[in-house]
Each structure stands twice: as C-alpha cells, then as structure tokens.
C-alpha cells in the first residue's frame, strides 16, 4: 500500500505540474494574441509616394501626459493636440536618402505653431530635402504665421483661391486680475527680486509696466526681425517684402476688391492658387495615384516613421549620445511628460551617469522654469553627470529661461536658436491670504499659538510682518544665490551677471552677445558637439532619447485601455457643445492650473511667462 501511495502520489504531482504548464500555455497564447490584436501594425511604404508632413496642434519637444490620455482625446475628436517635433524632423530625413519617397507635401491647415526655433528645425530639414532634387509642395486654404514659416521653404506653394495668407507680427499680452481680486477681497502678497521679473503683475497692476513693456517690445522686435528675415530668403523676396506685406495689407486688398488669395499672389508669397483637388492633381504627376481612393500616393509622416524605425529598433549598439528631454514647467517629485519632475529629471539623468555607453548627454529644454528646489536638485544632478566625466551639452528649443536657464547654466557648451526666449534670471514668491473674503460672508479666524509665526501662511489670515521679512529676505536670498551660480557657471563677475539679469528676458541672439549661452546653431548643431566632446565620429554617431520606458504589463494595460476607448467613443455621441465650452474656458482653466501646480515647499519661484502670440 505504501508503495501504491508513492506511486500514485508521484503520479499526482506530476500530473499537477502538467497542469500548470497547460494554464501557463494557455495564459502565454492569451497575451500573444492580445498583442497581436493591440499592438498597432507596421505600415507599407508605396514603391513611389510622397511623404505628407501633416502636424496636428501644437509643435512640442515632448508628447505630454500619458498614451492613454491622448488615445482618449484622440478617439473622442479632439485630433492629436500635440506633435513630437523630432518625428516630423526624423521623418524628413529619412525621407531624403528613400528611393521611394518622391517628393514631399506640407499640408499644415491643423498645425498650431510652437515657436520660430521649432519651426526653424522643420524648415531646415525642408531646406535639405529640396539639395535632393526632389519636389517640396506645400498646399493649404490658408497659411497662418507659423504655418507660412515652414510653406515658405516648398518648391511650389499652392494657395486656394477663396483662401489667404495671415501674418500678423508678435504681441505680448497678458491677462491682469487686480480688478477682481480686489472685488474678491483677496490679499496677495508678492514677494520678488529682479526689477523686470513680472510675471506677480497680473496680481498687483491692471496694465502691463513701463519695464515690461521695454523688455519685451526688445525680444518681440528681435523674433519678428528674424522671422521677415527667414521667410523673405526663402521666397527670395527683398528683406522689407515681408513687413510690407503686412502693414500694406489694408490699401493692397483694397486694390484687389478683397481678394486676398490675389493678394498673397500678386506679393510673390504663393507660386500659384489652386485648389486642393487641383493641388492633389498635380502631385499625382510626381508620384502617381493612389489605386484604392483616387488620389495621389502618400503616406503620413508619423506612418512612414513607424515603417522606418521597425527597421532601426536594434541598430543603437555601442557608444553613443544620451538625450535627455526637459519640456514643460519644472515642479518637485514625480511628474508626467511634458513637465519636468526633479524626481523623474534625476532619474533619467541618472540612469545616463551609470550607463557605460552614453558618452556624453545632450539635455534638450524648452522651459519657461518653475520650483526653485526643484531647479536646483536637477542642477546638481547635471553637476554630479560631467564630475563622472560625460559631458553635457544644453541645447534650447524656443524657451530656456528662468528654471530653464538654471539648469541649463552649469552645461559644458549652451546652444541656443536666435529666436530662444532665455535668460529671465530673477525670483517671486505669491502667498494670497482670504481672511477679507470670508469676512464678507460672516466667517472669521481665531485662536493662539506658541510663537508668533505659529499659522503664519495660513491663508484665513492676514500676513504677518515678520513673516513678510523672512519671505522677501528669502526670495532676495534665491535671487542671489541664482546670480552667483550663473557668474560662476558662465565665469562672470557677479556685477555682470547681475546688469544682464533682474529678471530680463533675451533672444537667443541677444543672449549670446551679453554671455548667458555659448553658441548659436540648431540642436543638430548641438548633438554634434556633444560627439566631438565625447570623442566619437561626429559625422557617423547613434543617438539615444532617455525616457521613462514602459514594462510589458503597462504596455499591454495601456493597449487595452486603448482599445476600449476606441469603442466607448464609436458608441457615445460627441458633444459639441461641451466641447465648445471647453475651449472657451481653456485659457482660464490653464492659469488656474498652473497655479495649483506651484508647490514649491518654500514657495518659491525662478518662472518666466513670457511667449510670443501671433
């Protein structure tokens, strides 16, 4: 028996591990079939096409938020709101050494800008596109000002006939809320080093300072300038075409009885009006036509980049350059894409400084600042990269100031594009106390403590004097300490860090005259000499973005949300009017959000707010 009882025992287990194989068998096909089902499929590049470069909203150095996020906003209708810049330049590039690809077509109705160095990148690769020979044809019913940027570079610039060209030059405007909070009876008490660091206005003006107004009529006029600049060389106009174009533009539609198509026609801006279906037409002579709609043969940069980079998956091997992406307000901890976490920034940063193949670091900004400790801990991780001997080159996208010039200061090289927003090197601390509001309603404050600053910050209080010393002593302190490291990082007396800070915002030209950025180039420019630095061949080096990668659960729990969006939004009707209100709200709601997202724990701030409208 006691053998029968081994026997059958053995039998037993051995039975129970064929079991659990089987599940394990079962749960293996079940995630390879999920997959399959999830993952998105690799497009086919036609034998002869055109590459459509077709941004969607905004031009960014970093998607923001998370996939799922965008996949949702995606599938309820709101189109992509943002476009990596590097796919739109990668995909380009790509293009111009593929047989296949004939020609290129810029079709940027539902671009949204992003600044005249972002656009500057595009316009650079569409420059080097056209040495191959092969046609750039841009199309549109109508060309914005940062749309006609990037237009301005094609071999033929097609313009609808009921359509126009809208250049308007830059503004600088913003929104002053002292009306209101004085109606609200709100005290906000502003605390700020820098006589031209402004962004605490909106809480104590109704209108925009004399100093302001210097400062930024100086770097309006700067980008403008080299916007008329790039544009009329690139349409081979006189250096004024572009200036004229605009402030002629009311006797001009006078003398065309409102035609401004004829307009645009008649100052050389377009080569020729034609409709879309006749632009299409034409570019089915380049290309060919598309058998199953008719069309001309194209295929979409972020598909085409999805072909290209299958075929590139394995090839970074070996030594190479670390890229390391700071897009967005820079606040304290753990954030998503699109800001910039101390915690995640160090991370990344980290992750370089222990990785044997990354030989140097290229950090690409495009910041307008935030949190000071914040600031400063990324710095000092930038610090501890080049004392383990990688060096570090800041490269700035259209804005690198205040916070984004703090930890860009301490790079072996800064690069800038002329048109950069940088500098902004002052401090501000807001602390707004209630105690007036809610005496208006009949609510009041009451009670002790053990010192006099016991409940100081409370915000159903009024503010303390000792604690408005401490703050100002604090921010003064900050602004300081932000001067004497940009003196020591740039060696620079700090008198003269000092005259060329307070808080002024520079082009990226100005910068480079008065010393805050080393070099003026693209980020092309920039990644090349991180590899002279690092001693690698600049003319055949790999390139690696740093990110936060997702591991294999994430990736398929993200696909499946993904999926599911889809059908939720192919069952549930849109509401246009929810989303109207939305965009009407849009920019309040974004103030208000950036205010929440202030949490430095010494409530201060190196921020600038400045940005061109156009």
């Given amino acids: 028996m006691k053998t029968l009882?081994?026997?059958?025992?053995?039998?037993?287990?051995?039975?129970?591990?064929?079991?659990?194989?089987?599940?394990?068998?079962?749960?293996?096909?079940?995630?390879?079939?999920?997959?399959?089902?999830?993952?998105?499929?690799?497009?086919?590049?036609?034998?002869?096409?055109?590459?459509?470069?077709?941004?969607?909203?905004?031009?960014?150095?970093?998607?923001s938020g998370d996939p799922f996020e965008r996949a949702l906003a995606e599938a309820y209708g709101s189109g992509r709101a943002e476009t990596l810049l590097r796919d739109v330049v990668d995909s380009i590039e790509a293009a111009k050494k593929d047989d296949r690809i004939k020609a290129l077509v810029l079709d940027l109705g539902s671009m949204q800008g992003g600044g005249i160095a972002k656009l500057e990148e595009i316009a650079a690769a569409v420059r080097?596109?056209?040495?191959?020979?092969?046609?750039?044809?841009?199309?549109?019913?109508?060309?914005?000002?940062?749309?006609?940027?990037?237009?301005?570079n094609a071999d033929d610039i097609f313009l609808d006939p009921q359509g126009l060209i809208l250049i308007e030059g830059y503004g600088y405007y913003r929104t002053f809320l002292k009306g209101a909070i004085d109606k609200l009876a709100v005290d906000v008490n502003i605390f700020r080093a820098g006589k031209f660091?402004?962004?605490?206005?909106?809480?104590s003006r109704s209108d925009m300072a004399d100093t302001e107004r210097e400062e930024s009529l100086a770097w309006l006029n700067s980008l403008w300038t080299q916007y008329q600049a790039a544009v009329a060389q690139a349409r081979g106009l006189e250096?004024?075409?572009?200036?004229?174009?605009?402030?002629?533009?009311?006797?001009?539609?006078?003398?065309?009885?409102?035609?401004l198509a004829a307009v645009a026609m008649e100052r050389r801006l377009v080569t020729e009006l034609k409709s879309r279906h006749e632009a299409e037409e034409y570019l089915k002579t380049l290309v060919g036509e598309d058998k199953d709609d008719h069309g001309y043969q194209g295929i979409a940069h972020w598909d085409y980049l999805s072909a290209v980079r299958a075929s590139q998956a394995l090839q970074i091997e070996g030594d190479h350059i670390g890229v390391v992406v700071a897009s967005g307000e820079i606040l304290d901890g753990e954030q998503p894409p699109g800001t910039i976490g101390s915690d995640s920034a160090v991370r990344l940063l980290r992750q370089a400084r222990y990785d044997d193949s990354v030989k140097a670091v290229v950090l690409r900004i495009d910041s307008p600042g935030g949190s000071m400790l914040a600031s400063e801990i990324i710095r000092r991780e930038i610090n501890a990269l080049r004392n383990a001997g990688k060096p570090v080159i800041a490269s700035m996208s259209s804005m690198a100031a205040s916070g984004g010039y703090y930890i860009a200061m301490d790079a072996d090289e800064i690069w800038a594009n002329?048109?950069?927003?940088?500098?902004?090197?002052?401090?501000?601390?807001?602390?707004?106390?209630f105690q007036r509001t809610l005496e208006k309603i009949g609510v009041s404050t009451d009670g002790v403590g053990t010192t006099p600053l016991a409940g100081a910050l409370s915000v159903e209080r009024t503010l303390k004097d000792e604690a408005k010393e401490i703050l100002q002593l604090s921010v003064e302190h900050a602004y300081s300490t932000f001067v004497g490291n940009v003196a020591s990082a740039r060696e620079k007396s700090i008198e003269e860090i000092d005259g060329v800070a307070q808080g002024r915002v520079w082009a990226g030209n100005d910068a480079a005259r008065v010393g805050l950025v080393d070099k003026l180039g693209s980020y092309r420019d920039a990644l090349n000499a991180a590899a002279e630095r690092a001693g690698l061949d600049t003319a055949n080096y790999k390139?690696?973005?740093?990110?936060?990668?997702?591991?294999?659960?994430?990736?398929?729990?993200?696909?499946?949300?993904?999926?599911?969006?889809?059908?939720?939004?192919?069952?549930?009707?849109?509401?246009?009017?929810?989303?109207?209100?939305?965009?009407?709200?849009?920019?309040?709601?974004?103030?208000?959000?950036?205010?929440?997202?202030?949490?430095?724990?010494?409530?201060?701030?190196?921020?600038?707010?400045?940005?061109?409208?156009?």
Avoid at 248 to 254: G, K, V
């Fill in 5 to 63: 009882s081994t026997i059958f025992g053995f039998l037993w287990r051995v039975l129970d591990g064929m079991r659990k194989v089987m599940h394990l068998i079962v749960l293996l096909v079940i995630f390879i079939t999920l997959m399959a089902v999830l993952s998105p499929r690799i497009p086919i590049v036609p034998k002869s096409a055109a590459l459509v470069i077709a941004p969607q909203g905004a031009l960014v150095e970093q998607l």
């Fill in 128 to 152: 080097d596109f056209r040495t191959t020979g092969k046609r750039v044809v841009a199309l549109g019913e109508g060309y914005d000002q940062s749309q006609y940027y990037i237009a301005a």
């Fill in 197 to 203: 660091k402004s962004y605490t206005d909106q809480f």
């Fill in 239 to 259: 250096a004024t075409a572009i200036g004229a174009y605009v402030n002629e533009m009311a006797p001009a539609a006078r003398s065309m009885k409102g035609d």
């Fill in 418 to 433: 002329p048109a950069t927003l940088t500098g902004s090197i002052g401090v501000f601390a807001v602390i707004p106390t």
């Fill in 543 to 614: 390139v690696e973005y740093i990110e936060t990668s997702l591991g294999w659960r994430q990736a398929l729990a993200m696909q499946t949300q993904v999926l599911a969006a889809r059908i939720t939004s192919s069952l549930v009707p849109k509401n246009e009017l929810l989303l109207s209100a939305r965009k009407l709200l849009s920019p309040i709601e974004t103030e208000l959000a950036r205010l929440a997202r202030f949490s430095d724990p010494t409530q201060i701030y190196y921020y600038c707010p400045c940005g061109a409208v156009n």
